[in-house]
């Protein structure tokens, strides 16, 4: 399931932030309910927006209406394109990460082997091996009720994070640990 998360949980949130963030779970909860993509939500704004007079799609209705009560009661429209553009990162998320691993200097196996992390979505550690020495290992333990695009970006994120450490010119391959 997709949340939108606009802000961190800090008790010194005015009641104003609050109300704000109730309004965005609800909006999030109508998004799942009734499984409204990006596009769907991007389409509503514009419409909402006065910039597309499309019509024909119940679904678009209603989230223009969800639009129109929420700015009614001050929620600020830059937030509405930050929630489509945070869904957009989610629904790519898989896809990009399969991209991201195909661009990767690494053997088909390996290649194989992080694609499956996402794929059957399984938990292990990976390590990162450069000149024979394991360079960064890091756990996967998929929780109940996870989501391939989140794992998705959060394996992008640490592995980004790991070929950053690795000298320019140097092989490096990854290993994974089924747990």
Do not use: H, W
Request: charged share 35%; hydrophobic share 35%.
């Amino acid at each position: 399931m997709f949340r939108f998360n606009i802000s961190e949980n800090n008790p010194q949130v005015s009641e104003r932030e609050k109300d704000l963030e109730k309004m965005t779970e609800e909006f999030g909860l109508l998004v799942n309910k009734n499984k409204y993509s990006a596009d769907d939500i991007r389409e509503a704004y514009y419409r909402f927006c006065g910039v597309s007079d499309n019509k024909g799609n119940r679904g678009i209705e209603e989230i223009v209406s969800k639009m129109k009560e929420m700015t009614d009661n001050g929620y600020p429209l830059n937030r509405l394109a930050r929630i489509i553009e945070a869904k957009q990162v989610f629904e790519d998320a898989v896809p990009n990460y399969y991209k991201f691993v195909d661009s990767m200097d690494i053997s088909g196996k390996e290649n194989k082997i992080l694609r499956s992390i996402i794929d059957d979505m399984r938990s292990g550690e990976i390590s990162c091996i450069v000149q024979g020495k394991v360079l960064a290992t890091f756990k996967i333990d998929i929780a109940r009720g996870g989501s391939k695009e989140v794992l998705s970006i959060a394996l992008s994120e640490q592995i980004k994070d790991v070929l950053g450490k690795i000298p320019k010119g140097q092989k490096y391959e990854f290993s994974f640990t089924e747990k």
